[in-house]
Structure formats: C-alpha cells, structure tokens
C-alpha cells in the first residue's frame, strides 16, 4: 500500500509538471485548454540575453527633487504670509535649497516666528539678519529632511517607471534599484526602443497655469520678462513636411493645479475632426479647483502644460465642473496612448538620466537559445549514454530520473514565473552532473552490497540508506550557496541561482525518491531475482 501511494504521488507530480511545461512547448495551445481557466498558459519567460531586449541604467536626478520641494514651499510660505497678513520685500530661493524672506518693519518678526512655528516646523533657522528696519531670514531644509526626500524620490521613481512599463505590456521586466539613486530597467523582447526610452524617461509634470494677456510676448522674447512669468513654448509638427514650429506662450509662473489630482487618463477620438486627444478625470478635490479656477477666470487662456512645453491654451467659456478636461496637440493614436500611460501612472518626482543603454538583438539571443540547447542535448545525450551502458538496467533507470529532473527544472520555472537566462541554463546544465552523481552514489553502495551475496531487497536497501545522509549533505549545503546567490546577486547571478536552486530540489526528489521507488516496484510486484547494475 505505501508503495502504492509513493507511485500515485510521483504519477501526480510528473502530470502537474507536465502540465506546466506544456505552453512552453506547444505556442498554439487549443481553445478548451484557454477556457477552462485552470490550466496554465503561461510560458517560460526569456530573459534578455535569450530573446533580446533592452537594457537600461537611469539615474534619478534626486536634488532636483530637494530642490522641487523648496520651489514649494516658497509659494507656501508666500500664500501662508498673505494670509496671516505679514508684509514683506522679498522672498526667493537661493543657493538651491535656502530660502531668503525680507521682512518689513521687525514688529512683523515675531507673527511671522508663531506662523513659521505653526504651519512650517520642518524648516531649519539658518540665519537672522537685522537690516535697518526690515530682518532678512534665511532657512532651509535639515541634513535629515533632505536625505528623506532623496529617498522617497527614489523609491517613487521606481515604481513610477513600473507602473508605466507594465502599462506599456512588456513581459516580465527586470526593475530594481542600484545603490542610492540608480535604478536598472531590463525589458525583454521590447520591439520599439526609442519610444520605451520616451515613455520611462518623460517626467510627465502637468500643470494648469493661466497666460500672461496683459504683456507682450514680443517683448519677453528680447529679455523683458514680467515678474512672476515665464516664456514656454508648444510644439507641434507639420505630417506633410516634419517640420516643427515653436510657439511662445507668456504664462505665469503659478500654479493652479497639478497633475496629482488625476484619477484616470484615456485617449478618445474628437467626433467633429477625427482626431485622437487625452481625456483626463479629476478626483474629488481636484475637481473643486478645477471648477473654482475657470469660474474665477471666464474668459481667460488657460495653458496645460507638461513638462514645460504647452500642449493646449484654450479659453475658458464657463465654469466647468464635473472634473473633466481634455489634452489636445494634434496626436498620433500612439502618442496619445503613451500620453495616457505616463499620466495614469502619475509624474516623476524628479527627472531621471540615462547612465548607461544597451540594446541586445533578438539575432544574438536566437544564437544564445540554439548554442544553449546544442549543448544540452550534446552533453545530456553522452551522459545518458555513458550511464545505461556502465550501470545496465539501473542506468536507464537513471536516465529516466534525469529526463524528469529537466522536465521538472521547466514546470519550476513556469510555474514561479522565473526567467530563464544564458546562465540559468549553465545551472540547469550543472544540475545534470549534481543528478548525475548522486544516482552513482547510490548505484556504486547497491553494487558493494550486491558482492558480498546479499539479496536484491537487502541490497538496495542498504544502498539508498548508506547513500542518502551524503547525498543531503551535499545538495543541501549547495542549496544554501544557491539561495544567497539568489539573495546577494543581481542580474545574471540570479539567473543562474533560481535553475541551480530548482534543480537539486528536483535531483533530490528523482534520486532518493523516484528511482527508490522504481527499485520497489521491480523488487516487490514484478519479484526480480537478480539486479542488472
């Protein structure tokens, strides 16, 4: 009986790999297998130096992100001191990440120390400076504020550009931080690498701001910028020649609203001109600015701009509520689709760098899968060969085990939903030889066994107890190598850590279990009187 069951366990294992290994194999698999939603149909995954891809080293531009926040809180502490009625001169930020506030009149000192202790406790005093009858503060961010906000704009960055690639529909990419502010992007079989690059790079900053109607744009051109505005531009590009115009908008520098409020981004074709444009819904709060900025200005051009470049300056003709607005700019559907993604996915919180591109062909991975094979099966077939003709019938029971620990390693690795790279395929190749070993430990102790007279029963017996403690011992403390590859490595070394770990999993179980159990059933149901070994 338990031999029995040891069988319809090993039986139920082989299926159930099997099954897994199936997609793999088979690219066209048969619509009832897709319906019944049981079945797996996920393949094994590629990794990029087998289907070719795209690799990528970005460095996020972090104290731009410190400078950002200081930008911030500058318009803060301008509305705060508007609004607890505090008269100053000046108030500006310098050497990057200071702000200098003139106060007028030092009686204005001590209610602006209770609003700076009330509502911006964060900020560090640097200094206090009496200049006649006004004080110039300077403050700034701690060591320990900036080194947050370094951080949190690295993380953020990160799952960012995973949201965006996983929008973008690439199979299993490889994102992961290096160091402080590195992030490595690997996207296997990427088609379209420019517009990947594009797509993860762009910051995708939306702002609301209103344009500077009572200046000439002319006249900001040749230097004479109003106070509080700033020249942007919006480009489009002709389809007939390619040739792009720039168009210069005088905007103020304020912003009204911020892309932060968005809760979904869609592309939509215009009814009247057959053209693609974003459509953007706003949450509840960001839709009750959205509605008290076109009521207060009725009339007035609004630009939307994203990361600096105007996109559309429509006129506002009434309030508009609801929480709906609309991205125009002559799009291709493309354009608009990826538009969509980076505003779904939400802005970068500081600009990121490419440090290091590198585009691997599918023509090099093609080359790397049939060498790979080739010498799988080259040195699979002389090690199978070698076993059955030194080890007789005990070989081919051997080879069997072999043949199921690959079978095995592949359902491992579709079923973790693991990539599979050029070195993982060098452990699937060392983990053949650990097979291997093993069944030769066992059979050598059941041959010792065999010449002192004992029977085929006593003999394996003897053989797989004496065997399995140095079997285990050896896999084991190999295992444990594996998984702190697995956990120290990157890239590569993974690769080659999850096959290795799969793999003696897989020879353990075919060496002390399968192979012990076909010895069984030959021993105890077909009654063998001699072992061919």
């Known amino acids: 009986m338990q031999l029995k069951w040891r069988l319809f366990l090993i039986?139920?294992?082989?299926?159930?790999?099997?099954?897994?290994?199936v997609p793999s194999v088979y690219s066209n698999l048969p619509t009832w297998w897709r319906t019944l939603g049981i079945l797996p149909t996920e393949k094994i995954h590629l990794g990029l130096d087998l289907q070719g891809g795209m690799h990528l080293v970005l460095e996020v531009q972090t104290q731009e992100a410190v400078e950002n926040r200081i930008e911030r809180t500058v318009q803060e502490l301008r509305d705060a001191m508007r609004k607890a009625r505090i008269r100053y001169a000046e108030l500006d930020r310098v050497q990057a990440i200071q702000i200098s506030v003139r106060i007028l009149n030092q009686k204005n000192t001590e209610a602006f120390d209770k609003m700076l202790d009330k509502e911006f406790g964060w900020l560090r005093l640097v200094s206090r400076t009496p200049e006649g009858k006004d004080v110039v503060v300077c403050l700034d961010l701690p060591e320990q504020e900036v080194k947050y906000i370094k951080e949190m704009a690295s993380k953020q960055a990160m799952e960012t550009i995973r949201n965006r690639i996983d929008q973008f529909g690439v199979s299993e990419p490889d994102i992961r931080r290096q160091g402080q502010n590195r992030i490595l992007v690997q996207l296997p079989g990427i088609k379209d690498p420019q517009r990947a690059i594009n797509l993860i790079?762009?910051?995708?900053?939306?702002?609301?701001?209103?344009?500077?109607?009572?200046?000439?744009?002319?006249?900001?051109?040749?230097?004479?910028?109003?106070?509080?505005?700033?020249?942007?531009y919006?480009?489009?590009?002709?389809?007939?020649?390619?040739r792009t115009t720039r168009t210069p908008f005088l905007v103020k520098k304020r912003t009204y609203l911020t892309g932060e409020y968005l809760t979904d981004a869609r592309v939509q074709i215009d009814s009247?001109?057959?053209?693609?444009?974003?459509?953007?819904?706003?949450?509840?709060?960001?839709?009750?600015?959205?509605?008290r900025i076109t009521e207060a200005n009725v009339k007035k051009r609004l630009a939307i701009v994203l990361d600096n470049r105007v996109y559309s300056a429509p006129v506002i003709q009434e309030k508009i509520s609801g929480g709906e607005a609309r991205i125009t700019g002559n799009f291709t559907t493309e354009e608009a689709r990826d538009l969509a993604i980076v505003l779904r996915a939400g802005a970068l919180p500081a600009p990121v760098k490419i440090l290091e591109?590198?585009?691997?062909?599918?023509?090099?991975?093609?080359?790397?899968?049939?060498?790979?094979?080739?010498?799988?099966?080259?040195?699979?077939?002389?090690?199978?060969?070698?076993?059955?003709?030194?080890?007789?019938?005990?070989?081919?029971?051997?080879?069997?085990?072999?043949?199921?620990?690959?079978?095995l390693i592949g359902a491992g690795l579709a079923?973790?939903?693991?990539?599979?790279?050029?070195?993982?395929?060098?452990?699937?190749?060392?983990?053949?030889?650990?097979?291997?070993?093993?069944?030769?430990?066992?059979?050598e102790r059941i041959r010792e066994e065999a010449r002192l007279g004992?029977?085929?029963?006593?003999?394996?017996?003897?053989?797989?107890?004496?065997?399995?403690?140095?079997?285990?011992?050896?896999n084991v403390t190999t295992l444990i190598a594996a998984l702190v590859l697995f956990q120290f490595g990157t890239g590569p070394i993974k690769g080659f850590a999850v096959t290795l770990s799969i793999g003696i999993l897989a020879s353990l179980f075919t060496a002390i279990?399968?192979?012990?159990?076909?010895?069984?059933?030959?021993?105890?149901?077909?009654?063998?009187?001699?072992?061919?070994?």
């Open 357 to 407: 591109e590198r585009t691997v062909g599918p023509s090099l991975g093609r080359d790397s899968i049939e060498k790979g094979l080739l010498s799988m099966w080259v040195g699979g077939i002389f090690v199978l060969l070698f076993i059955a003709m030194y080890y007789k019938g005990a070989g081919i029971i051997a080879d069997m085990a072999i043949c199921l620990d690959i079978i």
């Open 513 to 533: 279990l399968v192979t012990r159990a076909i010895f069984d059933y030959l021993i105890f149901q077909r009654h063998i009187k001699h072992l061919s070994i």
């Open 272 to 291: 009247q001109f057959s053209e693609p444009y974003v459509s953007m819904d706003f949450d509840k709060k960001g839709a009750r600015l959205f509605e």
């Open 454 to 474: 004992k029977t085929p029963r006593a003999a394996v017996d003897a053989g797989y107890s004496r065997a399995t403690m140095t079997i285990l011992d050896a």
């Open 234 to 242: 919006q480009i489009s590009e002709d389809e007939v020649t390619r």
């Open 11 to 21: 039986l139920a294992l082989v299926v159930m790999a099997l099954v897994y290994v």
């Open 415 to 443: 079923f973790f939903r693991a990539t599979l790279t050029l070195p993982g395929m060098a452990g699937i190749i060392l983990t053949i030889g650990m097979a291997v070993d093993a069944n030769v430990i066992i059979f």
């Open 201 to 232: 790079g762009q910051t995708a900053l939306l702002e609301f701001k209103l344009l500077d109607e009572d200046h000439d744009v002319e006249a900001a051109l040749k230097g004479n910028i109003p106070p509080g505005d700033e020249i942007l």
